[in-house]
């Protein structure tokens, strides 16, 4: 286990070159997110420092939610998760924890958490995060014989009704203009999320040895499935001149690897330097990257392998409208 400069942490390196920290100290031992010099691994880092110096707390009442907790955080099923999916779901057990701590956890009620969701209710996906971790919590409790089987205080809460996030897909003229104009570390990141149709997450931590040539090996961060894209000739004329053995794809200009946040506001602010070029996510990428691959003949089945279901709903539902319009555009041209 190779052993990080930073003190009381490691770093765990998966076959497909990822890296996963971890910070261990005394009985308190848990992962990091990102990496070394990152604001989120820095700050968790600092609270996990001084959480470690503190004197040990005095153990959960036994019966108590903060009990509950504790026992989920010391299960087989939580150590079995993911690491970001461990630090994801502390966040939500922690704040759970604070407001719900002495409570005995089998008189919990409905109310008490639809309060806690109605708090947050200014950050919806927090908010649901909420009756999701309850959710899980009980479930696994009603396994381990603690509750009723069935017994779930959230389970009548319904989820926050949300204005969802327009995002557009990128136009072909749109993708010429930008590639026209960027520069070459963004282009070939550009070019990797459009021809893989990878999430930002994905493609910013790819690494070399998953470029074989003829096919990209991704591990999606979202559903931990391993997927092999085969490479098409625009993607591979942009990788193959400068491809080297080890290390990551996508890197800033002074030859930095990205993050997935550092990456989406390169290229968000390269769109805005570029005269003509209309606000444009990196989201946008993988909804014309289904365009392409509708365009090309694959069947649904062959786009949903590579992008997912609801992106590909959704991407149909914009392309449909933009080539509805351009259709009536041109019908309205010939009466002219």
């Not at 070159?17 to 691994?41: D, M, N």
């Not at 909420?130 to 779930?152: C, D, F, T």
């Not at 994905?202 to 070399?208: G, H, R, T, Y």
Request: positive net charge.
């Amino acid at each position: 286990m190779p052993v990080a400069d930073v003190p009381y942490t490691y770093v765990i390196r998966k076959p497909n070159g990822r890296e996963y920290w971890r910070f261990r100290r005394g009985q308190l031992h848990t992962a990091l997110p990102g990496k070394p010099g990152e604001v989120a691994f820095q700050k968790e880092y600092a609270r996990l420092l001084e959480l470690s110096q503190a004197p040990a707390p005095t153990p959960a009442a036994e019966g108590s939610f903060a009990s509950l907790v504790a026992a989920y955080r010391a299960s087989a099923e939580f150590k079995a998760l993911r690491d970001a999916t461990q630090t994801d779901y502390e966040r939500t057990l922690t704040l759970l924890k604070d407001e719900l701590g002495e409570a005995p956890y089998r008189l919990v009620t409905q109310s008490m958490v639809k309060a806690i969701r109605d708090d947050l209710a200014a950050t919806p996906r927090k908010a649901h995060k909420v009756k999701q971790m309850i959710s899980r919590l009980y479930s696994w409790a009603g396994e381990e014989n603690l509750v009723k089987e069935g017994h779930n205080p959230a389970a009548k809460i319904k989820r926050l009704k949300v204005r969802a996030k327009t995002i557009t897909p990128w136009s072909d003229s749109e993708i010429a203009l930008f590639l026209a104009h960027a520069p070459a570390h963004l282009r070939m990141a550009v070019t990797l999320m459009l021809y893989t149709g990878q999430r930002v997450e994905d493609v910013a931590s790819m690494e070399w040895a998953q470029y074989q040539g003829r096919f990209v090996r991704v591990r999606q961060s979202k559903t931990d499935e391993t997927l092999e894209v085969a490479v098409h000739p625009k993607l591979g004329a942009v990788l193959d001149p400068v491809k080297i053995r080890r290390g990551r794809i996508c890197k800033s200009a002074k030859g930095r690897p990205y993050t997935a946040n550092a990456l989406r506001k390169a290229i968000s602010d390269q769109c805005a330097a570029i005269d003509g070029m209309p606000a444009r996510s990196s989201h946008g990428l993988r909804y014309a990257a289904a365009g392409m691959l509708e365009e090309a003949g694959c069947t649904v089945g062959e786009i949903t392998s590579v992008i997912g279901h609801r992106t590909y709903q959704m991407a149909m539902k914009y392309l449909t409208a933009r080539r509805n319009s351009a259709a009536a555009m041109a019908r309205l041209g010939e009466r002219a």
